[in-house]
């Protein structure tokens, strides 16, 4: 019995002193996954990026393959998509967008807006310096805006620089602009598109006639203040930056240079980018995203966006200006077949009469119709609409009830039109339909206001002044929609600086469209990258993304784990929150979270049986 005891004593001392062990390798694990989670913080975005930069490599040159060429090096005068991304690159703004399409700083490390948001101070940084060397001051700010104001620059009407009254310098780091009037959404849309403050040191010369003087040097030969400097631009083939080695937020740019190739055609850019590319900026069809995302050592990655598809209703015809009319079509609309009809399920079902990416503003409780053709024949059948011997109904004359579509040549439009085509045919209404190029369709529909139903798509963000601006004043009221109390409520929403007031302005906005329907909101756009998993750090949740992005923070060589993920159809799985395409698997902070949580649930359970073994011990 002695030697059982030993025997027990020497193998119950092993066990606690594996035990111990134990609680030191779990513990250590614990320290492991907290420096792990921090380390994923910072490769994140979830600390600050305005005055420095995690690189968890350096150097290497990055490949887009890009899908157009510019129309000049003066990012603020026309639109001019190609040239954003590049322009990302080599310029900055005062402030940019986070992934939520929030305000953050960019040039301006802070700011203050006055409680009517008449007057708005920027502070700018003191060590920022353009790529020749001059440092920036208020000055090029300055310059920059009023040269939107006088040569109307693409961003003029959004920013309302017909309220400017004065761009100030208090000094060379302060600038003031002072409106005529509340201007509440100008903070959003100076973070957006056109707005790249230019060097007035080079612009502002009296030999230049305007900002777009072909004898600006400029203009062929960039200079910014960005994370990369112009190296080179051949039409047709390429876009060449290199790293600016005093950017003013230390430690970045992660690259030595961006290669933009241009490929427009979206056959071979997906060729280009198998073979020669690191990311894929020329957009391919969506029924090839399957195949890419089965691409060995490719990354594909979908992400809901601020824009939107949607149907029209001319408010300015008979017709289709009776509500219970415009309800009847909404009903008779099935927007998930069109979702995965016309656009392979790649995108969201549009819900709400605003795009819940801009979520402080959204109002959940506006929706459109639900797909019912029990109610939309309901609907026909009260308005006088008989059915004929073929189908279709026809008006109380016997005319034939038929709508006239019209919309703009894309693939997804030419499906999503024959898709709405058979919808409305199943309720007998008869469709014809007009497809047009792009300037001809935007004469006809906006300016003409010649159709029934048109079926167009937009950027809805960054902010809900957009409301404004699609169904009150300005060009872009496509149904030709008037609602005096929709215009008092929107105006009232532009001229007040207290975010919580125009929250529940633009709720009441989004329910008034709910309730009048001068639109359909058919689908919500789905944004996608792809790229070669060779690259990690492409992280929308990083400053400066919205949009096509910056690079200067989130690009550097290193290997991931990639998991190809399949497709899944089902309608659940697309929501404005899922990601139906991923080919990476990255902890996340939950996730780190949860396993640390478990960890230290471990070392308790341990600690206790050891105490409980030691005290077993000691009575024996």
Known sequence: MRGDKMTLTK??????????????????????????????????????????GFCPAKGGTLVVIHFGDP?????DAVADDPLYPVASQIFNKLVTLDANYNVIPDLAESWEVSPNASV????????????????LTCKDVKYTFLAMKNFTGVAAGLLNLNLLKSVECQDDYTVVFKFSQPNAPFLSFVAWYGTFILPEHIYNKTEYTNWMDPKIPALS???????????????????????????????????????????PDAVAAEQTFIAEGDVLLTTPPLTDLPKLNATPGVVVRTYPTPSRWFLAFNMLRDLTRNKDFRFAIAYALNRTDILYRAFSGFGFVAKGMYVPSISWAYNPNAQPPEFNLEKANQILNSLGFKVGSDGFRTYPNGTRLTLKLVSFQTAEINAMSQVIKEQLRKVG???????????????????????????????WGPDPHNLYLRFGGGGHNLPGYNNTQFND???????????????????SLQEILAQELPIVPLIDVLGFDVYKAEWIGFDRDLPGKV??????????????????????????????????????????????????????????????????????????
């Open 120 to 135: 708005y101070v920027f502070h700018l940084r003191k060590n920022v310096k353009w790529h020749d060397g001059v440092p």
């Open 429 to 459: 209404i008869d469709v014809s339909i007009e497809l047009l190029d792009l300037g001809t369709f935007q004469q006809k529909a906006y300016r003409e206001k010649n159709f029934d139903i048109a079926i167009t798509d937009g950027f």
């Open 11 to 52: 193998h119950v001392k092993l066990a606690c002193l594996f035990l111990l062990i134990l609680i030191f390798s779990v513990t250590a694990e614990i320290a492991g996954l907290t420096a792990l989670s921090l380390k994923n913080d910072l490769t994140n975005g979830s600390i600050s990026q305005t005055d420095g």
């Open 489 to 507: 409520l929107a105006m009232k929403a532009a001229t007040t600086g207290d975010t919580s007031r125009r929250k529940d302005l633009y709720w």
């Open 547 to 620: 949009g096509l992005g910056v690079y200067e923070a989130v690009w550097s060589k290193a290997k991931l784990t990639t998991t190809p993920v399949s497709i899944t159809t089902t309608q659940t799985s697309i929501s404005p929150t899922s990601s139906p395409i991923t080919s990476t698997t990255q902890p996340t902070p939950t996730e780190g979270i949860t396993t640390t949580a478990t960890l230290a649930v471990l070392v308790i359970v341990i600690v206790i049986i050891a105490a409980a073994v030691f005290m077993y011990i000691r009575k024996k």
């Open 71 to 75: 129309k000049s090096f003066n990012p």
């Open 221 to 263: 030969k960039p200079v910014g203040t960005g994370p990369f400097k112009f190296v080179e631009y051949v039409k047709g083939s390429h876009i060449i930056l290199e790293a600016n080695k005093d950017y003013f937020k230390e430690g970045l740019p992660c690259l030595d240079r961006i290669v933009f190739k241009i490929v």
